[in-house]
């Protein structure tokens, strides 16, 4: 699996997803294409899905937000027959790479909260018709709808087969959405979880598995009703939506990137990534007239969508750079306009929507299994959006003065009120409450500085930033840094990295992450599963996987 | 590492720890024999530790609730000049299966829970006093207690290398600790732990590494200070204390093992372990006099650590038994006659701390890796306190009626006031709570029918159990889970039930057995760490771990 795993498509590549857009209504069929796996080797067969499939989806749930702001209710279901999703497909998991596997994981993970969290946030509520056997996967997608039909037809179920078909757990947030999200009693969540042909008709209701079950019959009608009285409840949305056009970017032979407002060089002796970004040259626009006639092309927009994508491009393909150096350079206070004219007009649609991607984009980099460091030097711009990657950042480097003799303004950074509440992370709490845990106050003095430039003595002071150097120390204190970082097992890194990044109060998304992935991932490696006997590699085989019957 | 591991020991039998008494303050020495290691291969230099000096310090906090309820402050400290604690053992850990050494761990975890709490359950607090290098485990032990207290000498240091050094993680808590109890800055934490060498002086106060540095000169004082203090703001307990006299245990050839009131029996083809309780046979003792003149015989008492002892013989010594059932006879009306005393009499010490106990054995439940399912039969107890058990299950079965002529009568389960607040889980919640966490209207019909016998039936349609059969469909429903659950990965079931247990909200417990130690245990499996070239192999060896450098 070598090929670059490439993160942007659009409905007119799509090969296993069609979207009908009807009023407010829109329905996403799933209809995979066996011969269109991302890799050679496997047939997605059964609407089995892989990374591509997934990509797509992620696609489709995102243009839902921007394109179509008119759409108030989702139907996810099945173009097939009679099946509705087989869950991931299995020989490409047997045969992925315990990395790729990883993040894969991952960015299903980051998909399903997508499309959970646009009810409350977007007026957009997904709603899953399951019609035919529900697996796996298939299942924890309908897991992450606000609301699962399945019809009643005796052979129609919905399972979690993994453990006893795979020795692997539900790896997309099965096992916390069961309990933390549907509540299902723990004892039939044991149950459920051990029959591999799942739970179907009245039953599923009682367990809490499905909101309602509905016979064949009545099954299209149900569906079309419940989603025609959840779109008459979300509040109507002025459209038109704005197209997500293709992004401008080129790859180089050496591991660059470039975009528009961001740059991705790769040190891979180094095993280092630097992703530059560069603030708005131009004002922001007017008004939110002007906003959406700038659409996609919208610094905040743009540099929000390069970013993201080079996040999972470095996530996805390039393994060997463990560490990420964030830098910035531009105008602050450009940078800031920008941002105030989304913060004063967040009853715009569009405004809004940019924010909550903004919120998507750092999460991302929060769930980053890399080193991430933030390195504000002379002409940096991170101040306010940009300002919350220092805090995403493991750690921050500022600089102190002027560096050599050079004409770049002294660093500063700036906070606003986009530091203060809109961008959670996963544990529910601002990064600056995350970081502030043991001294709230601090939090407080913050905010009492509001779109003031702080200096690297100032920023340090306040606990901002984790180091301030002058340009005497600055080369040889960030080359210590990336060599020591060099030297450490990369897993014990992302071991440790996922337990300091999210201190306090958990969410179920921080369950998923932090609890459900990490069970996973050490399943993963298990031979009982992994190995050349495991279940995994044996499946599909006749034979069923041979396991060591050592607890731990 | 085939011997058997005894838990049991006293402090007669000691050879790493003492402990000296003076009025309301204990003062804990560690001074770890070299030579002293539970198995061969290793020397227990530095005050460094295995599972067999662990299994004293848990024995010496135990002993200190129930024979000295007179202390108020204990002293942690090194009984070696030059260092504190070099943390647990490398060389152990090392040579340790996989299955060793995630056990060690969480019953490292557990002790460290156990005198964590018990300032504030018990009044007893913990105060370290740190001189000398307190490095890894030995940190971690420091992090557990109330107060923490460094000498400023220049040499005295806190760390935590495991990253650095071994490629693991801290195990024993660290990680979850410095973010979630002692609110280190992330970016401060990530520095500390990164740094071989760890942090001395002020700058271990400024970080929140520690509560105070003392010069050397005034270290002794300080602590006897510190101790003073505290000892003189915990409320007084009327001694004396009763002695924890050993076990009435025996060994069978067949991995059987008979207590006073619990029996192992183990079928090793089935992977099967059978844990059965007898309920009392004679009336409670009158009143709390009668309680401390029956001390450690008390049935309540006797029945938690003998209950405790099992649980840690199959933990740590039967790997291979995948399941537990536990099962119950005797006459749930005199169990409860016994229970009430106590719960009657919490003011009164020794009441309370054997409902402590019961609290920590039940818990030491929840995080036992293996399949648990309660079977009520005919003849059983399992009411209040005990029916904690059944709750604590992965499942429950529960007979209905009389069974093949038997002259037994029809099980019933029955409620009090224990199992609505007494005995939370590592989450928090009761474990009724926790079962309906989805409908919490049920809680409150099961403390309606407070003290009533409920029958099978009954137990069913509230929810209590998880499946009730009569005597025609019992055996075969048995057998077929547990041939069913032989049948499946242990690791993969140990995934599961590690996500289906523990629903709800996440405390620090539940944040170090979910999520540091699942990630802990993926990094015990990796290469980077446990393979013939891994740091921990190699430690020790003058080469460094060679990794695989891809990020996962």
Redesign the interface.
């Known amino acids: 699996m070598t090929k670059r795993i490439d993160f942007q498509t659009d409905p007119s590549r799509y090969r296993h997803w069609r979207v009908a857009y009807a009023g407010g209504v829109a329905t996403l069929f799933m209809n995979v294409d066996e011969k269109g796996g991302l890799f050679e080797g496997y047939e997605l067969k059964l609407n089995s899905y892989d990374l591509g499939v997934d990509i797509e989806l992620a696609d489709a749930v995102q243009r839902m937000r921007f394109e179509h702001p008119e759409v108030k209710a989702v139907v996810l279901r099945s173009g097939k027959d009679n099946v509705f999703c087989a869950g991931a497909n299995i020989r490409m998991l047997a045969g992925a790479?315990?990395?790729h596997k990883?993040?894969f994981c991952k960015f299903t993970n980051e998909t399903r909260n997508t499309f959970e969290a646009a009810g409350a946030e977007s007026g957009q509520h997904y709603i899953c018709a399951v019609k035919g056997a529900c697996a796996g996967g298939g299942y924890e997608m309908a897991l992450a709808c606000d609301h699962i039909i399945l019809a009643d037809d005796g052979s129609s179920s919905v399972a979690l087969p993994?453990?006893?078909l795979l020795?692997?757990?539900p790896g997309t947030g099965g096992?916390?959405r069961?309990?933390?999200k549907?509540?299902?009693?723990?004892?039939?969540?044991?149950?459920f979880?051990?029959v591999e042909e799942g739970v179907k008709g009245k039953r599923a209701a009682e367990w809490?598995l499905v909101d309602e079950v509905v016979p064949r019959s009545k099954f299209d009608e149900t569906v079309a009703d419940r989603a025609k009285s959840i779109a008459a409840r979300a509040p109507a949305k002025t459209g038109p939506g704005i197209a997500l056009t293709p992004l401008a970017r080129t790859f180089g032979d050496d591991g660059s990137v470039t975009y528009s407002t961001v740059e991705v060089s790769i040190d891979r002796k180094l095993?280092v990534a630097a992703v530059s970004i560069s603030g708005p040259m131009e004002p922001p626009p007017a008004d939110t007239g002007a906003l959406h006639f700038e659409g996609a092309q919208t610094w905040m927009l743009r540099c929000a969508r390069e970013l993201d994508d080079a996040i999972l491009h470095l996530r996805n393909n390039e393994?060997?750079?463990?560490v990420i150096k964030f830098h910035s350079q531009g105008d602050p206070a450009l940078l800031l306009a920008h941002e105030r004219l989304l913060l004063e007009n967040q009853e715009n649609w569009l405004a809004k929507e940019i924010l909550l991607y903004w919120k998507r984009v750092l999460k991302r980099i929060d769930l980053t299994?890399?080193s991430l460091v933030a390195l504000a030097e002379p002409g940096s711009c991170f101040a306010g959006t940009l300002a919350e990657i220092m805090f995403a950042?493991?750690?921050?480097y500022m600089a102190e003065g002027r560096f050599g003799g050079g004409n770049r303004p002294e660093a500063a950074i700036a906070l606003t009120e986009a530091n203060f509440g809109l961008y959670p992370m996963p544990n529910g709490l601002t990064r600056l409450q995350?970081?502030?845990?043991?001294?709230p106050g601090k939090v407080e003095l913050a905010k009492a500085v509001l779109g003031t430039a702080l200096g690297a003595k100032k920023a340090h002071s306040m606990?901002l930033v984790?180091f301030a150097f002058d340009d005497v120390d600055w080369d040889d204190e960030i080359r210590v840094f990336i060599e020591?970082?060099?030297?450490?097992?990369?897993?014990?890194?992302?071991?440790?990295?996922?337990?300091?990044?999210?201190?306090?109060?958990?969410t179920m998304e921080s369950?998923i992450f932090?609890?459900?992935t990490?069970?996973?991932?050490?399943?993963f490696?298990?031979p009982?599963?992994a190995g050349e006997k495991?279940?995994l590699k044996r499946y599909g085989s006749g034979l069923?996987?041979e396991?060591?019957?050592?607890?731990?």
């Open positions: 790479s315990h990395a990883v993040n993994e453990v006893p020795a692997v757990l096992l916390t069961v309990t933390d549907r509540k299902v009693r723990r004892d039939l969540a044991d149950v979880c051990t809490r095993g393994f060997e750079t463990g299994s890399r950042a493991d750690r921050s995350t970081r502030f845990l043991g001294e606990g984790t020591e970082r060099a030297s450490f097992s990369p897993d014990a890194m992302t071991g440790m990295e996922a337990n300091l990044r999210f201190a306090g109060p958990e369950k932090g609890r459900l990490a069970w996973q991932n050490w399943i490696q298990r009982n599963a495991g279940a069923r996987g396991y060591d019957m050592r607890r731990v």
